[in-house]
């Protein structure tokens, strides 16, 4: 453990102890903790599969070649490849804690993520981030931070907090922070609004990465976005897009999750001449994907599968994240770098075998060894857990005698469609009341619509889950069950409910923020599935995710309309209608 | 001008008036300051080049595309690539001042370079190190400094300092700081010699970079060196050598300098399995050398002229290095990036026709723009010039009853030879005196033996250059003309002196530290090559340079005799003799 009282002297001190070892057992005077023998490697110096013994000390590879160890793994005829990074997620989309998270991973070769908490920052501010810290220290996945930029996503969100450049400046001395997460208000930056670019500018003064988010930009605009300062992207869904960006010096993160898939678009990158500057990311995943596709792994499969050569996707997987931010000694296999790596059996089947994190196996191929979880503060556990603060509500909250505008649900699409207006609920025309009711401060801010395109037929969905702010997103047949699933979701402190008949039918508990919850993944992933399927027994179109599709119609940057703590926006004009 | 009582807000605030006005000018809502309208550019990112206009505001470019400026220049049908960086050299081996170089080095594209001021620190400590930082500041060529790892070279040495970690700590706070230089000592890092080791473990706390030297360095030795964290090598004389060390994760510079030109031999390696790993450098450049070949250019044109992909010679001069050192905004053509860059004709006859750093026009085709020195502090100007604690010398001084051993002279190598004992001078035999006089403390500490191979037939020949600790060395055909010598070097306050016949008969005065002049390196070239023709005419064999030759004498890590202020010693054995 580090010793906090530490001088700088007793410091050195420490670290010279352990690389002296490292020395000794490098320079072949003292056995290794770990060899792995006979091994087959990925090199992704030399762009080759490399032969060799593979020496591990400390945790980290120390020597390449021939070695004795304590422990010795024969790998004959297996291949060797090191740790995947995750450039870009928010690790709160899985809908676990970190450690659930870790677990959930470890058996796809991951061995170090980048995330971005940005969902609860934007319920719990500061606390969030640090919350998401504590969460993360020491777990066998690494977990690096990039620290939210856009919270609230716009002025128009009621949300938790609002953080500017001060808010989150003291963070950037944490040693897993390597700088500011994807700045999504892009007209802001190109428009040269000194609130936003602040951001960026004290990202820089502490000689951080800046991520970007800006789908589609192109020509000056571009330019002035890549001027101010962003450095990646990860929103590419057009071969175009990524190549103006990449020839102007951003690092392209190809994504693969569960809203958003670009490998196949982007391809074409994962050659000699682009992808150097390329890198895997997830951005979100939710539990069934993480369970029945994966993680980066996913990515190098399909990579591999498509023609892609098998080092450019490893390289892909790994060594460029690691490039890009500064994170010097892993996403290799070579003397000094952290001992992450894994063995697969071949690179056609792809079937990984084990997984090492510095120098230690924890997954055998069957199941991942047991990890303490992190300790968190007192005080943040309990503030995590009561995060929302909402009088009891009843169903005359939800009455309104005013026309309000109709949202349209387009299957399979983020974007929603003008339906009008509507008086009064009416299941057979599947006219749904919908409401998003704040949570943070008790304001009482109701914002109330109609929903199309949804098909309950009776009761009512209730979701915490709500982009990005977090506020209670209640979609009924009635306006007494609306108030009984959201009353439910304060009760449970966060989560999912779907309502039947005046009684609760279904529940997700996502007591972390609101937005996580402490159970494993494989039990979230059952509830949440159980819930699902309960709501399309009440209706629910089945060409839609219940709660997903909910999710995102608070969210006012995404055409046509949405629904705030307001009232419904005309997202294009920006106007409540 | 940096305002050194500025807060952070106002730190950011600066920034952010400077970032607002990038920005407007490259979203097109304000004229550049600069435009190079229809450029053809090498575009490092996409390996290819480009097309487009090139605007520039505030030092940086901000756009690629189209855009009007206050200054325009059509460069059609040229290319534009971007300014070189120099991987790793000593400044002082120029034997000019800063200043003086970077008037050099700008008409052949070098706007960067990475200094280790190893032999001014050698002279003056912490001092040496100091001086060059304010010497290089604000200079149009940019000055990054690696700290010196190995003063004195070893404890043979009678060196101006001995440095270990502690007395280079607070230098890797400073912003144009990158690491530790050339870990010359790698027997000791292979060793686990505690004070070497932690020389790593301090910079590697600082998370700066750690450069090598290590030639010849193979297996698990290898392993060890490169596990210690030693991130880079620029010795490599053998394909073979860089291979291993490049498959183990060092980053390979290529050298081309006076004493040693190994592109020839690690030409492979600038293919595109491999060149991502390479960067190029000049270690060590003399006057003439500079002012015959070039710099950094004249690499990339040998390259090309072996068939190397002119895309990849490039990126090897510039974005490489940059990538290596983090300087993430320099080495390429795009939004952000530093405006320095240069226009050539064509990769063909590659004539540098204008070189612009961060925007302004520095050199013209012609002339090289006058710019101010740097203001130095009149302490460490005074103390720079004022490194000569020798009291006056007689020719008793040289005198000695005893045989001693004979140095033998290789031609074009460094090594020497072992040639037997002599009691006397016998020019006739050529049979010459050589000492090496203690200067930095006034030991009178004066080693004394025979040199065989030189060629002189009378006068003396005496040089304050003198590997790694610069005392002075003094080779003559009368006792006499060595004191008249040496005592001339110390009244120059350093410098070469060629006597003959009781009278100096060439000089070359070098009173920064005995090792770097005042003077502008034309004229500094000048007395250097007429000194080199009267030590000629006086006898000395044609087949050496007459002080280049010298200055190695005094080295006792190279085999195999050489001469230290205490006598000569057997470099294998590491006994005096």
């Not at 390449?64 to 291949?79: F, N």
């Not at 103006?244 to 190809?254: D, H, N, P, V």
């Not at 075998?353 to 309990?382: H, Q």
């Amino acid at each position: 453990m580090r010793n906090y009282n530490e001088s700088y002297t007793g410091k050195i001190n420490r670290k010279l102890a352990k690389k002296l070892r490292i020395v000794e057992v490098a320079a072949g005077r003292e056995q290794a903790d770990l060899v792995l023998k006979n091994a087959s490697y990925v090199n992704v110096f030399s762009n080759q599969i490399c032969q060799g013994d593979i020496a591990v000390a400390e945790g980290l590879i120390v020597g390449l070649g021939r070695y004795a160890g304590k422990e010795e793994v024969d790998v004959t005829g297996k291949i060797v490849l090191p740790g995947f990074i995750d450039a870009h997620i928010h690790l709160e989309s899985s809908l676990v804690s970190p450690k659930e998270f870790a677990k959930a991973v470890l058996p796809h070769g991951t061995t170090t993520v980048v995330t971005d908490p940005h969902e609860i920052a934007n319920v719990m501010g500061t606390d969030g981030i640090e919350y998401m810290l504590q969460a993360t220290e020491g777990l066998p996945v690494d977990v690096r931070f990039m620290l939210p930029s856009c919270v609230p996503s716009t002025p128009m969100d009621e949300s938790g907090a609002v953080l500017d450049y001060r808010s989150i400046d003291s963070f950037y001395d944490h040693p897993r922070v390597q700088g500011l997460a994807e700045m999504m208000n892009y007209p802001g930056v190109i428009g040269g609004d000194p609130q936003v670019i602040e951001k960026i500018v004290a990202a820089q003064a502490h000689h951080k990465k800046i991520d970007g988010h800006a789908p589609g930009l192109v020509g000056n605009d571009l330019n002035a976005y890549v001027a101010a300062g962003v450095y990646s992207d990860h929103e590419c869904s057009e071969l175009d897009d990524a190549i103006a960006k990449l020839e102007r010096g951003q690092f392209i993160m190809i994504r693969e999750g569960t809203a958003a898939r670009n490998l196949k678009a982007l391809l074409p990158l994962l050659t000699p001449q682009y992808a150097e500057r390329c890198m895997f990311c997830c951005d979100d995943k939710h539990p069934s994907d993480l369970l029945n596709e994966g993680h980066i792994d996913d990515l190098v499969k399909r990579a591999i599968a498509a023609g892609v050569d098998p080092i450019i996707a490893v390289k892909v997987a790994c060594h460029h994240a690691a490039r890009y931010y500064l994170l010097n000694n892993r996403g290799a296999i070579a003397p000094g770098y952290l001992a992450d790596f894994m063995v697969i059996d071949s690179f056609e089947s792809f079937s990984i075998e084990k997984v090492f994190k510095r120098g230690e196996l924890m997954y055998d191929g069957r199941a991942v060894k047991d990890f303490p979880a992190p300790e968190i503060d007192p005080y943040l556990v309990k503030r995590a857990h009561d995060t929302f603060h909402v009088a009891s509500l009843t169903g005359s909250d939800f009455m309104d005698s005013r026309p309000r505008g109709v949202i349209g649900i387009v299957p399979g699409e983020i974007v929603t469609k003008d339906c009008g207006y509507a008086k009064e609920i009416d299941p057979a025309a599947d006219i749904l009341k919908i409401a998003v009711i704040e949570r943070h401060k008790n304001t009482r801010h109701i914002g109330i619509g109609y929903l199309k395109g949804y098909g309950l037929k009776s009761g009512a969905v209730a979701t915490s889950i709500s982009h990005d702010s977090h506020n209670i997103i209640v979609v009924g047949a009635s306006e007494e069950e609306m108030a009984q699933a959201a009353n439910r979701v304060v009760e449970n402190h966060g989560g999912i409910v779907v309502c039947q008949k005046g009684a609760v039918a279904a529940e997700v508990v996502l007591s972390i923020a609101g937005i996580m919850s402490d159970a494993p993944l494989q039990q979230v992933n059952e509830q949440l599935e159980h819930a699902k399927e309960i709501a399309f027994t009440l209706g629910v179109n089945r060409k839609i995710d219940p709660f997903m599709t909910l999710s995102f119609m608070s969210l006012p940057v995404i055409p046509t309309l949405r629904l705030t703590t307001r009232g419904i926006i005309d997202v294009g004009s920006q106007q409540y209608i």
